[in-house]
Nanobody, 128 residues
């Protein structure tokens, strides 16, 4: 059974930091591209950061220079380090996994429909 289990998140004041984790099980984690998204009520899911199987990363302009995505394949875990958080970062955050026809995944995609598996979501709330 495929599992993407998220942890971390919570409440923080503006300027603070948080780290999200996403543990994958039940699939070949090392071969998948991974991503972080977020969503607020009434808005579309927003792609934040992606990392492929060789560690190449890509970021949305809204979080570039503040957020850092990384993966530890030995632990089947994806991370999102979030610094200088602002109230507009308040959202439900999701991790996601994408494969490419069973081969190792390279490159980046913001198309959420291309992601095979999703985490359960974790709330991040930033107060001013």
């Amino acid at each position: 059974q495929v599992l993407l289990a998220q942890s971390g998140g919570g409440s923080v004041q503006a300027g603070g930091s948080l780290r999200l984790s996403c543990y994958g099980n039940g699939f070949s984690y090392f071969g998948y591209c991974m991503a972080w998204y977020r969503q607020t009520p009434g808005k579309e899911r927003e792609g934040l950061a992606t990392v492929d199987t060789v560690g190449s990363t890509n970021y949305a302009d809204s979080v570039k220079d503040r957020f850092t995505v990384s993966r530890d394949n030995a632990k089947n875990t994806l991370y999102l380090e979030m610094n200088n958080l602002q109230p507009e970062d308040t959202a439900m955050y999701y991790c996601a996994a994408r494969s490419v026809r069973g081969d190792l995944c390279y490159g980046h995609s913001w198309w959420s429909v291309e992601y095979n598996f999703w985490g359960q979501g974790t709330q991040v709330t930033v107060s001013s």
